[in-house]
């Protein structure tokens, strides 16, 4: 079945750094979009970044420049760095794997809090 396990969470100090991971199996991981999407309290979820099965990235406005997404086809696995932390971006985030226009399966999430 398909699995998306994040891992990389954590508390961080603000200007800090962090970088997400999340295994992939279940699927044909090099043939997927993937991304990243993250829920802060009280809030719908959003996307922040996704990376098509050939590698064109895209980003949030609010991230853009300060976070990166990548893949490694050979380890399964889509990556999130992100730099230049800020208290807004205290989130659970979790990873998607794009299963048709506005389709994800979803990841159990990884809880980042950025403290000012």
């Known amino acids: 079945q398909v699995q998306l396990v994040e891992s990389g969470g954590g508390l961080v100090q603000a200007g800090g750094s962090l970088r997400l991971s999340c295994a992939a199996s279940?699927?044909?991981?090099?043939?997927?979009?993937m991304g990243w999407f993250r829920q802060a309290p009280g809030k719908n979820r959003e996307f922040v970044a996704a990376?098509?099965?050939?590698?064109?990235?895209a980003y949030a406005d609010s991230v853009k420049g300060r976070f990166t997404i990548s893949r490694d086809n050979a380890k399964n696995t889509v990556y999130l760095q992100m730099n230049s932390l800020k208290p807004e971006d205290t989130a659970i985030y979790y990873c998607?794997?794009?299963?048709?226009?506005?389709?994800?399966?979803w990841g159990q999430g990884t809880q980042v809090t950025v403290s000012s």
């Open positions: 998607a794997r794009r299963v048709g226009a506005a389709a994800y399966d």
């Open positions: 279940g699927f044909t991981f090099r043939s997927t979009d």
């Open positions: 990376i098509t099965w050939s590698g064109t990235n």
